[in-house]
């Protein structure tokens, strides 16, 4: 197979519907998708309205279960425990929601970094049912170890009936050591809820089935080349009969989604094999179009891209050659988020701080502490980015301005100086009008 050559061509060849004046460096938020896999998604569009009832009532149900198994062995993952779901906040919402709690002594734990909509959804369950819940705070750069103590500190105590964490955090957009994360829940009997919104597409996700976590999802849409909406749930074997949908549908009392208890024969394995599948492939009408893409996107990957190692090299070739020129446009002081042993960093995200001079620092530390200042600061600076065609997601984060950026296999280096330029002007722009405003 001839791999073409990734970058600027590339992508003008096979991300067609990329408005070329615009400098992608933020995939990781929503992701971006292969004209050729879009185009399988108009087809479905119109393959749906041909004769809905047959679609709907038939090829819905067969597709969706042909989908989830084509993905499980490209990903190498038992096809039983997997379903298609719309997008990682439903996989969280669907798990937290499902879940049989004793309102009057359950404690969740998660941390300080989560993802706001998955912590909010705790946050929901603990204000409407009184869910217990507490936070690991986390400062960044971390290692790994220190990370993994704060959450045995915690974990040790045997309070808490569930740990949820990242794999890949959004801001800081860092990987986090969730193998082992996974063996401290199992240790402390605690369940896990892996949020790995980031993880398909960039991190192998065969630990699966050798590491049995409770609860795993991830988008299919941020990294996998699959349409917006769709994602992953992973569901251990032993809560197939407890995992409801969200919303709870039909499948809450049909006959095929009830778990056979003792299976013995062939027709009741089989039977419960089938549970996830039978349970989510329906749970109110909806659009499957974006599910119906997954194979399209896989082959996509293994055909066009030569697979995930020869994406994921040029990937962090290219943040390589991006972090000396960020850090060269952000100026003397600017440096990657990492910790000493290397694993913050993953193929597609990376982290760099923009030093700020010392005559902002009471302006710095209004934006490090107070959220809805920093929240309205970032809401000016982000239209201008945008306008400007050349966004990325920027955070104060221990004190320190940091800017997310993401390496993809349609980027090159000078992507990265054009939006460190455009981000730098910004924001410097921004802080000056607040420092007049103090005068
Ligand atoms: C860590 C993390 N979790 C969950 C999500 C939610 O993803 P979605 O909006 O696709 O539900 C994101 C989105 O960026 C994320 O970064």
Redesign the pocket.
């Known amino acids: 197979m001839v791999v073409p050559a990734f970058g600027h061509e590339f992508k003008s060849k096979y991300f067609t519907l990329l408005d070329p004046n615009v400098t992608l460096i933020n995939h990781?938020?929503?992701g971006t998708t292969p004209t050729c896999v879009i185009e399988k998604q108009m087809e479905q569009c119109k393959a749906a309205e041909l004769y809905p009832d047959e679609y709907l009532n038939e090829t819905a149900e067969e597709n969706y279960k042909h989908q989830v198994k084509v993905l499980a062995e490209y990903l190498k993952i038992d096809w039983r425990n997997l379903a298609l779901v719309?997008?990682?906040?439903?996989?969280?919402n669907t798990v937290l929601r499902s879940i049989k709690w004793d309102f009057s002594k359950d404690k969740v734990l998660f941390h300080s970094t989560?993802?706001g909509?998955?912590g909010n959804t705790v946050k929901f369950l603990a204000e409407y049912y009184h869910l217990q819940y507490d936070v690991v705070e986390i400062e960044y750069p971390v290692e790994d170890d220190q990370l993994l103590a704060a959450f045995e500190e915690k974990l040790s105590t045997g309070e808490y009936r569930l740990c949820m964490f990242?794999?890949?955090?959004?801001?800081p957009?860092v990987m986090l050591p969730h193998e082992n994360l996974i063996k401290l829940c199992q240790k402390y009997s605690t369940m896990s809820l892996v949020?790995?919104?980031?993880a398909a597409g960039q991190v192998d996700l065969q630990f699966l089935d050798e590491l049995h976590p409770d609860f795993l999802?991830t988008?299919l849409?941020?990294w996998l080349s699959v349409p917006?909406?769709c994602?992953l749930l992973y569901v251990n074997p032993k809560h197939h009969a407890t995992i409801q949908t969200t919303p709870v549908s039909w499948n809450y009392t049909a006959e095929g989604c009830q778990a056979i208890k003792d299976p013995k024969t062939a027709e009741e394995i089989e039977h419960n094999d089938h549970l996830m599948h039978n349970k989510f492939w329906f749970s109110g009408t909806v659009s499957y179009a974006a599910y119906f893409c997954v194979e399209e996107a896989i082959a996509f990957r293994k055909n066009i891209c030569g697979g995930e190692e020869k994406i994921r090299e040029y990937q962090w070739q290219v943040q390589k050659a991006a972090i000396e020129a960020i850090t060269g446009v952000f100026g003397p002081g600017s440096k990657l988020m990492q910790n000493s042993t290397g694993t913050l960093t993953t193929p597609g995200l990376f982290n760099v701080s923009l030093p700020l001079d010392a005559k902002y620092s009471s302006i710095q530390q209004k934006l490090s502490t107070d959220f809805n200042f920093f929240r309205r600061f970032k809401a000016q600076c982000d239209v201008v980015a945008r306008s400007k065609k050349a966004y990325a997601p920027f955070y104060f984060h221990g004190g320190d301005a940091w800017v997310r950026f993401s390496a993809q296999i349609f980027n090159e280096v000078q992507d990265y100086v054009v939006a460190a330029e455009i981000i730098k002007a910004i924001i410097m722009e921004r802080l000056d009008e607040q420092l007049q405003l103090q005068k």
């Not at 719309?86 to 969280?92: L, P």
């Not at 949020?195 to 980031?198: I, L, Q, R, S």
């Open positions: 990781g938020s929503y719309v997008n990682a906040t439903v996989g969280i989560s993802y909509a998955c990242d794999m890949i955090s959004s801001q957009g949020d790995g919104a980031h999802t988008n849409h941020k917006k909406s994602a």
